[in-house]
């Protein structure tokens, strides 16, 4: 390692993803911050000033990683600027409650050579849990300092900061086995000792198959050095039948876990569930949801075939109710003899049948429609209108007062509040502009036009209409997170994953997608390859509706018939996995292994998931705001310039001919290009308006359903694919996804004329 010859030296902040290190490293550098670009990529790195040391420590916070051998670009930043060649040290920051993860980063450095201080943070929540960490214990044995914090109570902060001087090497040695052992040594030779960091850790990552690394040493060995060390890593892969890097990664995650088994007690809560409360569950909570799931997909399915059966008809009363009786008496019984009489713990019990093969899928159906009514009919639908209607409202139009009518889910009552006097924000900033410039000028248009201003919808698109979605959707996702709901869904739901080119973690960014597209194109980035987060993009981009879009659709197929959403639902599902399965068959690249810890279930942390969510949706504002104001800069200018009517016309052909739809819907697919679900509505008016006395014409409107659910993605998500993807991959995946969407409505359109 090459000195600086100055007392000048950086400390890297290292760490999982989530696990407190930027609020660590923003208590740690005060304001003296810069954020720029890492060279050669669109991550961005944080560096600041280390305060009360005159400025001697540079701290720089790198990206999330899970591991050092790099899988995804921000773990490569991670990985890389720990080669760089300056005096480091490190601190890594771990989530207590999930030591076993955070030691996995832990055994990388310690092969590295880097000195490390370790940070328990979240201490308070491990306490809570009911979980301890015998640190002197870890601490004897890594021989690095541990510091215990709180850095949300900015507990340990100076303990952490006084600690940065005894920095050591952790005491690790993992033994990879006499065949892996015996090809690091081998691979350790070629690289001559001439590294920034240990030889034996670089051996680990070329014999992993880093090939981000090779480019790296490419210039830097004789000729043929790589070469030899393919043929050293092909040897021993011969010996094994997994994947080397699988072998290596199973290696070390078992030596975590006798680590770990070391270290980590759970405190023992015998008698904490207590026996009243178990009988209400067994008795009470468990028959009673076992028939409400049973009740409501029976309810669903008969509203399927409604058409052959009278509306009044005695079966359909008595259906759902036998299938919800007969759903609660398996059920319980099943959890009765399999649980109550083990006198398991609650947190036990919904921990395993989260991960039942059988009992999970309702559990998912029942919280899958809980979100939906916190996300989809509240948040798009109440605080939205809310939002959208009465605080910004329109630039001129005076509203006169106005009655806020709230719907609470669930228990369905409505609420009304009369307000006499307030006219809304655009409508105020229309009579600003008024003032100063004439209501015709350009001025005027670029920023309250109704249709492309940056205020009236840039703005109000932003924070009138995503902000709800966005902060009730990470709400219910934190709770699921802390829960730790959403790791078990994650395995239940990685096999089926596997077969589009997946894995479980990508069921996070296509929950996400439910509420919206474009943040969830921005978590894309928590998937491992690059494969994997072109095909989770393209998949958002493709077949999941935001959760305004499937509010529209739904309420508007649900009044047609049961039947006609049923299909919708199987058609939008089957070209997800379709698409989903090309892309993983065409697209080069192999998929990542799917490690993930499993913790316990538990009662969510109101203050952990209050805070995570502020942070969140602090984030995707930052991120979002600014593309959606782009977003509509860029269709102010493709109105005035006659864009959008050049293309209005040319597609109107297809329209009519391929799809069999009128004229007037080629403007509703177009203006989904603005917002997805203003598309679903204004299709839906043009064929209510056609339609006349005879009504709606359901195989037309489930057509372009369909087809505006398919269509290319919103302006804004647009924007951000083109951000995480490249305006290369972007635009391909829009040249695939506007031919295919009209391609599979007009197949629908020819099937469902033959019935």
Known sequence: MSQTGTSTFKVALVGNPNVGKSVIFGLL???????????????????????????????????????????????????????????????????????????????????MGLPVVLTLNMWDELLDRGMN??????????????????????????????SISSAGVPNLHIDYGNVIEEGILKVQKILNGDTVVNTRSLAIMLLSGDEALEEKLRGKLPSGSLDECHRIRDNIQKQFGNPLSYVINIKRANFVNALVERVCTTVSKEGKTHPFIRGVLFYFLVPLAAFFIGYKLATLSMSLISSRLQPESFMNFIIPLAVGGVTSIWFSLYLYLREYKERSTISE?????????????????????????????????????????????SSLTPSGGFDIYIYIPFIKKIYSITHQNFQGFNYYCGLLAQKIISKDNIIFELFLNEQSGLIQVGLTYAIAIVFPIVGFFFLAFGIMEDSGYLPRLAVMVDKVFKRIGLNGKAVLPMVLGLGCDTMATLTTRILNTKKERIIATLLLALAIPCSAQLGVISGVLGKISGMYFAIYVFVIFTQLLFVGYLSSKILPGAPSDFLMEIPPFRMPKLSNI???TFYRVHWFLKEAVP????????????????????????????????????????????????????????IFKVLEEKGGNKG?????????????????PCLANFLVMIKEQGAKNAFLMFAFILPYSVLVGGILKVILQQF
């Open 29 to 111: 550098t005060g304001k003296y911050v810069t954020v720029s670009n890492y060279p050669g990529t669109t991550v961005e790195v944080s560096k600041g000033i280390c305060k009360g040391l005159d400025g001697r420590i540079e701290i720089v916070d790198t990206p999330g990683a899970n591991s050092l051998i790099p899988l995804s670009e921000d773990e490569l930043v991670a990985r890389d600027m720990l080669l760089e060649e300056y005096e480091k040290r490190v601190i890594q920051v771990v989530d207590a409650k999930n030591l076993r993860r955070g030691l996995l980063i832990t055994t990388q450095l310690a092969e």
């Open 349 to 393: 019990i919904l921990g395993r049948i989260t991960m039942h093969p059988i009992a999970a899928f309702p559990i998912l159906i029942t919280i899958l429609w809980v979100v939906y009514k916190l996300v989809g009919e509240f948040g798009a639908g109440t605080c939205v209108d809310f939002f959208e209607n009465k605080v910004f409202g």
């Open 610 to 612: 209050f805070i995570k």
């Open 627 to 682: 593309l959606f104001m782009l977003g509509t800069l860029a269709l102010f200018v493709a109105t005035k310039l006659g864009v959008l009517s050049l293309i209005e016309r040319i597609g109107a052909p297809i329209t009519k001919n391929f799809l069999g739809l009128p004229i007037e819907t080629t403007h509703g697919f177009i203006l989904g290009f603005l917002r997805r679900d203003y598309g679903a509505v204004s």
């Open 133 to 162: 960490i015998d640190v002197p214990v870890l601490q004897e044995t890594l021989n690095i300092p541990i510091i215990k914090t709180i850095a949300t109570h900015r507990v340990g902060i100076n303990a952490l900061l006084g």
């Open 696 to 712: 709606i014409n359901p195989e037309q409107l489930l057509v372009s359903l369909v087809v505006i659910t398919l269509f290319i």
